[in-house]
Structure formats: C-alpha cells, structure tokens
Nanobody
C-alpha cells in the first residue's frame, strides 16, 4: 500500500518562501501524475500544480510564477517550492499521486502566511 507523507509546512511572513516535500513509500511504478492540492478554511480543495510522468507541468493561475513543482525519483520525493507567499496561500497542502488509475493522498501539511 502506497503512503504519502508531506512535510515542510509552517508559519511564514508574506513574501517569504517555503519548500514542501512529499515522500512516497512503496513502489513508484505506474505513477502517471503527481501533484499538490490545497484547502483553505471554509473552501473546497483546489489543484495547485501537477507534474506528469513526462515532466509536463500545470499550475493554477494564482500560483504561476511563484510556485515550482519538482521530483526526485531516486528519493521517491516530490517537492513544492513556494516563493513570494501571500496570506491567501494559507491552507493545508496535500500531495497526491495517480497510480494505476488510483488516487492516493497524504494527510496534509499546514502552511500559514501571516505577519
């Protein structure tokens, strides 16, 4: 059974940076898409960014130019570099993989952007 564990969240001031990590336990074979989602208080979960097995990337308009998704297959880890953070980026961030047509989710890591 694949498990995803996020880390790297915390409190950061507006304009600051954070890097989130998502470690995949188990096999990474058959993963077609990996991504980050977030859910702010009182709002629905939304897609932040995706990366395909061919390294194509998609970003939500609200984070384009500020966030960067990457992965290290040897470490079975996906990253989200977040720069120029804004208060509206405050949310629980979840990593997700689509493996053999099945969605797997991490438990999330809280990012709070506040002065």
């Amino acid at each position: 059974q694949v498990q995803l564990v996020e880390s790297g969240g915390g409190l950061v001031q507006p304009g600051g940076s954070l890097r989130l990590s998502c470690v995949v336990s188990g096999s990474i074979l058959g993963i077609n898409v990996m991504g980050w989602y977030r859910q702010a208080p009182g709002k629905q979960r939304e897609m932040v960014t995706l990366i395909t097995k061919s390294d194509d990337t998609i970003y939500a308009g609200s984070v384009k130019g500020r966030f960067t998704i990457s992965r290290d297959n040897a470490k079975k880890t996906m990253y989200l570099q977040m720069n120029s953070l804004k208060p509206e980026d405050t949310a629980v961030y979840y990593c997700n993989i689509l493996q053999y047509g099945v969605d797997f989710w991490g438990e999330g890591t809280l990012v709070t952007v506040s002065s």
